[in-house]
Each structure stands twice: as structure tokens, then as C-alpha cells.
């Protein structure tokens, strides 16, 4: 890439300074300087689902405002204007296929709308085959396509990108592996004719999608994490490079999963950031009004109408930098350090993780696997000698500086310590679905999802980026008994305890969300100072 430093390097870095600093420009403003650019289009997800009944502080942790269905017709004409309004150049409309009326009138309607209003809005399709079963059969799922190609390609305002159609996937082994793919797009776009984007971090996939892209951010271990991540993973294929941003994350109410602090917008300040460091193709925002999973920007109770007038300053700062001549290189942000020494504070829970312990947090996927401190640093007694210990969400580390790293840090064995007999039947294992495996010495099998947890999930005990069987042991530790039955937070749920762990399956959850980590730190750390 040509380094050019100079004058186009004081302007950006003045630009940065205004962006962290200056109030948000008024909507119409904005929309009216804004320039779409067809070769970086700016996409946003888009959900029509919502009915009046949906919407409950149960479940999310924001609500919109006005609260709506999402088949209104007013309802679609305020998203149509807003999403331009704030400078998106399309929005992609989550679709359960033909043979389910509820969302694809909502898309179409969406569609039809936008070009009705004359506005300059694209429209492209989620064909949601990992939400929606029908959809995870062959033949139906080429049947949809080859209605999305008829009806909604075929209308001007359908979104292309580099001259072909746009077709968005999410969570692709909801269908299967990639030669079960292959065959779906040889007999739904056999010369490939349009543009695939495929929602996962598994390269193998790219010989079915035109690209990758990461529908959610918000597990990086450290800011820009994620986009490095998935540079490395396109690496040398020539494809389309897709930046993510996102406001903030929290779906805690609807699946106990996890929440990224929105940190008054400084966090999605930061997405664009970098997001511009890269000099994407393209751009996704993860999302216009995901409440369940709280991605939202759509204006809100919690947060009024700020993520929209941020979108429209973070698009049109987005817009220019892409006009300029491109950035020096980054240079790579060091491994974090083994010393004692730094520390990262963590605003949602009041404390602060500092030096080995730290660095074991970020070197491991701190944020899903471990959750957020509850806990300052501090001695405990374990199994009857002193160790510094610090209590997170789902575990407890501990330091042992008689061990060589990397297992001078060791998770504590809370699976063991919380296991209690239950008078509750068993859960037969088949109704995980899927294979059974005996891994490594166990006593017991782990079958269907929560061994596809298992095995996806594991400490880097090296450099290699494939999780091996001994990672995930060193995470999970050895299962303790089969599947059963039990009751969490009021609900009943399939759970498996591990040494260091418990496997809960939430199947109302989308994959690989409906196997969730049990809080065993928050339910078994004492509560001393």
C-alpha cells in the first residue's frame, strides 16, 4: 500500500479531533451534504418481525420510540426516511422465504415503499435459513432464491454490489458444511451472478461466498481486535474486504449472553475508526433495530434519537476519509504485556483487571468465555494454600507464578465445586441431536450442540488459531455427568456440568447462541470485600 504522510495526514487526524468532540449535526443537515458512494455502500441489518406484543423490558434492554409492528405502513416510511436521513445506503431485510406471508409482505412493502418515496434507499435480502426451519432444506431454500432473484432483483432499487446482486447469510451451519452449500449455489446461481456474503469466521466457507463479513464485534478481547481478526482471515484471497460496526451489544434479557457498554457512543465512535483504518469495500452495521440483542441505532427510549444523528456524523466522517489519499499502515498493537503493570477498567461492573491476569483475559476471548469482573484482585485460600484470585462472570482465574506460562494462570473448577445432585430426571443425550464423542478421558459422552461448544471453544495454549481438543479441555475441563434437567433463573433448561463450567442449551436461541456458558463466578463468589 503507498504510505503518503503530509498534509492529507493533518487533516485526518484534525477530522478525528472534531469527530470525538462536536455535537452531532442536525439529520436533514447531514442528509442533504451526504454523497453515496455505490463502490463503499454503507449497509445497516434491518428486522420487520416486531409485533406490539414484542416488546418488553423481559426480554430487551432498550425499547424503540414510538413502539410499533413492524408491518405498518407509517412504521416503514419512518425507517425508510430515517436510514437515509443518516446517511445508510441500504437496508438488508431479515426474510424467512416465500411460503411465510408475515415477512416477505414486510420486505416487499419495504421495497415498493422506498422506491414510492423516490428515496435513494437500496434494499437487500437475509434469507434467515438459521431461524427459520423450512428454509434449512435444499430444495426450499433454491425455491426461495429463485423468488428473491424474480421479485425483488429484478426492481431497480435492489442493492448491488461491484454490479451484482446482493444475497446476505448468517450463521451458515444452520444449513450445513460447505459441500452442502455448493450444491444449493450451483442450482441457484450456477454462473454466479451475484454477490454472496457469508456470516462466519470459517475460511472454508469462501468456497461457496464471494466474502465473509462479522455480523457481531462486540467479543473482541481489545478495540480493533475483531477487524484484525478478519483481515487475516481474507488475506491474500482478494476479496472484498466488509468492515462491522456497531453501537453496543446486550441481549443478557433474552439469553444471559453478554453486553457491550455503549460508553456514550464512544464505543461505536471507534467501530467507524476503524473501520476506516482498513479502507473497507463496504460497510455493515450490525444494527438499524436489533432490540433483542440491543445493536440497535433506531431513536429509543434509553438513548433518544443520538445513535441516529451518530450514524449520520460517523457516515459522512466515513465518506470523506474515503475520499482521501490512504493512511500510513498501522502499525500492529503489541501482544498485551506478561509484566505486571497495565490495567483495562471495565465501567459496567466498577473494576479493573491488571498485569498476567489481564493479559490472559485478552489473549483468550475474555468477554464470552470469562464475562466481565465482578471482583477486585485479591488472596483467597484455594484448596488450602493462598493464591491472587479475581472472580468474573462465569469463572474464577487464579495466578500461579510456580507454573510456566501459560498456566501460570489457571481457571478455578467451579463446575466441580457447583455440581449438586439433582433429583430430576436426565436428559437423554439424542435430544441434543448429532453426533456423541468421548473426549479426552471422560467418563461421559458430550453430544450434539454442546460438543459442537466444546469442541469451538478452548484457552491458546499456542499459536495455532484451530482450537484443538486439549484447549478445549483446559476451558472446559471433563464433563461430569450426562445432560439433565434443571432449573436456572426460573426456567427449566438442559445443562451438562464440566470441571470448570456448565453447558445450558437455550433452543429458543439462535445457534451458536443456544448454548450458553453458565454465570457460575456471579452465583458462587463470595461476597467479601
Request: proline share 9%.
Amino acid at each position: 500500500m503507498q504510505r503518503h504522510i503530509g498534509l492529507t495526514w493533518i487533516v485526518l487526524c484534525l477530522s478525528a479531533i472534531l469527530l470525538a468532540t462536536a455535537t452531532p449535526p442536525s439529520l436533514p443537515a447531514l442528509a442533504q451534504a451526504r454523497q453515496v458512494s455505490p463502490d463503499r455502500p454503507i449497509m445497516a441489518f434491518y428486522y420487520p418481525w416486531y409485533e406490539l406484543s414484542d416488546w418488553s423490558y423481559t426480554r430487551m434492554s432498550d425499547l424503540p420510540t414510538p413502539r410499533y409492528s413492524g408491518g405498518e405502513e407509517e412504521t416503514l416510511r419512518r425507517h425508510i426516511q430515517q436510514a437515509e436521513q443518516a446517511g445508510i445506503d441500504a437496508l438488508i431485510c431479515a426474510w424467512y422465504g416465500p411460503d411465510e406471508p408475515r415477512l416477505d409482505a414486510r420486505c416487499r412493502r419495504l421495497q415498493d415503499l422506498a422506491l414510492e418515496m423516490g428515496s435513494s434507499l437500496k434494499i437487500a435480502i437475509l434469507p434467515e435459513q438459521s431461524a427459520w426451519q423450512p428454509l434449512q432444506e435444499g430444495d426450499q431454500l433454491v425455491a426461495a432464491l429463485a423468488v428473491l432473484e424474480r421479485d425483488f432483483m429484478s426492481k431497480p432499487n435492489y442493492l448491488h454490489f461491484q454490479g451484482k446482486p446482493a444475497v446476505f447469510w448468517f450463521y451458515p451451519p444452520a444449513l450445513g458444511g460447505v459441500e452442502t452449500w455448493l450444491q444449493v449455489r450451483d442450482r441457484a446461481d450456477p454462473n454466479r451472478s451475484q454477490m454472496w456474503f457469508g456470516g462466519t469466521d470459517i475460511a472454508d466457507y469462501l468456497r461457496v461466498y464471494d466474502t465473509l463479513y462479522f455480523f457481531d464485534i462486540t467479543w473482541e478481547s481489545a478495540p480493533g481486535r475483531a477487524m484484525a481478526a478478519y483481515q487475516n482471515l481474507l488475506a491474500g484471497t482478494q476479496r472484498p474486504f466488509i468492515a462491522t460496526v456497531m453501537p453496543g451489544y446486550d441481549d443478557l434479557r433474552v439469553r444471559n449472553g453478554h453486553r457491550r457498554d455503549r460508553e456514550n457512543g464512544a464505543y461505536y465512535r471507534a467501530t467507524w475508526q476503524d473501520a476506516v483504518r482498513y479502507r473497507p469495500d463496504g460497510v455493515i452495521i450490525t444494527s438499524f433495530n436489533e432490540f433483542f440483542e440491543g445493536s440497535h441505532i433506531e431513536p429509543s427510549e434509553q438513548f433518544g434519537d443520538m445513535y441516529l444523528r451518530l450514524t449520520a456524523e460517523l457516515t459522512a466522517y466515513f465518506r470523506a476519509n474515503m475520499a482521501q489519499e490512504p493512511l500510513p499502515e498501522a502499525t500492529p498493537a503489541p501482544p498485551p504485556s506478561e509484566r505486571p503493570g497495565p490495567c483495562q477498567y471495565f465501567p459496567a461492573t466498577g473494576y479493573e483487571v491488571c498485569g498476567r491476569l489481564l493479559a490472559y483475559w485478552l489473549q483468550n476471548d475474555g468477554l464470552r468465555v470469562f464475562g466481565l469482573p465482578i471482583t477486585p484482585q485479591r488472596e483467597a485460600l484455594i484448596e488450602g494454600r493462598p493464591y491472587q484470585v479475581q472472580w468474573f462472570e462465569r469463572n474464577r482465574l487464579e495466578l500461579h507464578p510456580e507454573n510456566a506460562p501459560p498456566y501460570d494462570v489457571l481457571l478455578g473448577r467451579l463446575g466441580a465445586e457447583a455440581m449438586t445432585l439433582s433429583q430430576q430426571a436426565p436428559t437423554p443425550p439424542s435430544n441434543l441431536g448429532g453426533p456423541c464423542a468421548r473426549v479426552a478421558t471422560a467418563q461421559y459422552d458430550v453430544c450434539g450442540v454442546f460438543l459442537r461448544a466444546w469442541r469451538a471453544s478452548g484457552l491458546a495454549l499456542d499459536a495455532n488459531p484451530t482450537v484443538s481438543e486439549s484447549e478445549s479441555l483446559a476451558l472446559f475441563g471433563l464433563p461430569l455427568g450426562n445432560p439433565r434437567s434443571e432449573i436456572i433463573e426460573g426456567q427449566v433448561y438442559t445443562v451438562q456440568w464440566f470441571e470448570r463450567g456448565r453447558f445450558e442449551y437455550h433452543p429458543m436461541n439462535l445457534a451458536p447462541y443456544d448454548v450458553l456458558f453458565g454465570r457460575l463466578g456471579v452465583e458462587l463468589q463470595p461476597n467479601t470485600p
